[in-house]
């Protein structure tokens, strides 16, 4: 299984980016596929998850900004990110985890800064 991940840039405050996960590989039994944000001298976070059942889970202070999305086929898994602010400055990871491992993808940078 490869996670590939791409979309992230530098952005102005209030400004919006959309990352995006290609999937690829044996993709069967997903249990979720989120995205987690590492900001510098900090700790990985989770910040959107889809579960098994489509549910979905924000972090408190993503909720009302971001949205996770994904196609049917779970080969690609988006982020919207709107009003973004400089807090949300991270690289930004996507996961998938699936028959009791986790994977990761390559990591993108969100710089948001004016």
């Known amino acids: 299984v490869q996670l590939q991940a791409s979309g992230g840039g530098l952005v102005q405050p209030g400004g919006s980016l959309r990352l995006s996960c290609a999937a690829s590989?044996?993709?069967?039994?997903?249990?979720?596929m989120a995205w987690y944000r590492q900001a510098p001298g900090k700790q990985r976070e989770l910040v959107a998850a889809?579960?098994?059942?489509?549910?979905?889970n924000y972090a408190e202070s993503v909720k009302g900004r971001f949205t996770i999305s994904g196609d049917n086929a779970k080969t690609t898994l988006y982020l919207q990110m709107d009003s973004l602010k400089p807090e949300d400055t991270a690289v930004y990871y996507c996961?998938?985890?699936?028959?009791?491992?986790?994977?990761w993808g390559q990591g993108t940078l969100v710089t948001v800064s004016s």
């Open positions: 996961n998938y985890f699936m028959l009791g491992k986790n994977y």
């Open positions: 590989g044996s993709l069967f039994r997903i249990n979720t």
């Open positions: 889809f579960g098994s059942g489509g549910t979905t």
